[in-house]
């Protein structure tokens, strides 16, 4: 059975950021925010199968959609301008970390003797190679990775000593410990992830587009079914994992470090089992932000897209990708902070966030070929205003950067 393209969308949220966000959380607050991960993930699926529909029942990218409704010069220079900057410069700017984290988890697997350049080269090659491939044999090489991944982080979560009834009280009981808001904010602003919006609308609609549209949907719901809760629980594996060492005074200052911390716990194993786990997280990050930037973009200003397979090679679609997976290795390579790209990405972020969320609840209601129920509709009015706040949120953070 075809589960869709839900595995890109767990391939996106689960890389190198995701990895420390959630090993810190576990390190500073223990297993207390793990109801923050259930509710982020139960958010995405209600948000990401509203954007699947824009791809499958409406037959529309929403680079597309935005095209439509961006009618007069004024709207088109606003979106256009918000959408490149939040989906390239974002992209570009995480595709270095994305590069990075593969990078340190090769390093962390084989030691430091390999020189660290050459593996971020290595690993830029290896993501501009799998985004040459057509989309369903794209998606079928993320789904093995995902698995990969899933079953490594998951694998060094039983090795810990894990607390389980803290576990289930930290994932039944919501409370926001003293000094964990932000924290909070990170752990489902690293889940529900703009540029994901559009390279699942893209992907769907590339994916189903020969299957009757309503079979299709439920489908790709049931394909978001087993991959999301897969990345929810990649998540808490490595929040769970930190958390056995909350207390101890120790927190990482880099992701490779999170495995040497968590030796003492999980023995010589922790080293290759989280090495490649972020190997796998970096790499599969490190393919979906081009493809989420190039797609977005195409349908924006209306490339073609005669690959009947769903991968467009028009000229610009690979310069888009390319010049993402180039970027981040220029700065990877150079051994610079992004700082400033990052910045201006997340500024833009903060803005397109839930203006494409509202836009997504919008283009739900507008379409006619499902009747959506009005409390799944309600839902992702809820998880809308989530997206504000965290817009906001992202917003604060970046003036205290200027």
Known sequence: MRLGTSSLVVAAFVGPGTVLTCASAGLRFGYALGW???FSVASVFVLQSLTAGTGILA???????????AVTPWRRGVLFGLVVLGLWAGCAAFEAGNLAGAAAGVQTVLGSGVEHRW???????????????????LTRILTALVALMGFLFVATLFIAPVDWPAVLDGLLTPRVPEG???????????????????????????YWRDEVPVRAWRRELVGMAVFLPVGGLISFAILAAGATLHGQGAEPATVPA????????????????????????????AVTAPLAAASGIRELFGWRDPD?????????FRLVWASVVLTGLVFGLAGLSPLTIIVAAQAAN???????AAFVLYLAFRQRTLALPRWYLAAGGIVMLVCAVLGART???VWTHL
């Open 36 to 38: 923050v991960l259930l």
């Open 395 to 397: 917003l604060a953070w």
């Open 258 to 285: 999170f495995a040497v911390l968590l030796e003492p716990v999980a023995g010589p194993a922790a080293r290759y089992l989280f090495g490649l786990g972020l190997f796998a997280a970096g790499i599969t990050s």
């Open 59 to 69: 037959r529309k990218g929403l680079g597309e959609a935005l095209r439509e409704v």
């Open 350 to 356: 903060g803005l397109l966030l839930p203006l494409i």
């Open 119 to 137: 593996v971020v080269a290595g690993m830029a090659g290896v993501a501009a190679l799998l985004l040459t491939l057509r989309l369903q044999a």
């Open 180 to 206: 964990s808001l932000v924290t909070v904010v990170a752990l489902i602003g690293t889940t529900i992830v703009t540029y994901n919006l559009f390279l699942h609308a893209s992907a769907t609609k590339a």
């Open 308 to 316: 009947s397979g769903g991968r467009g090679d028009a000229p610009g």
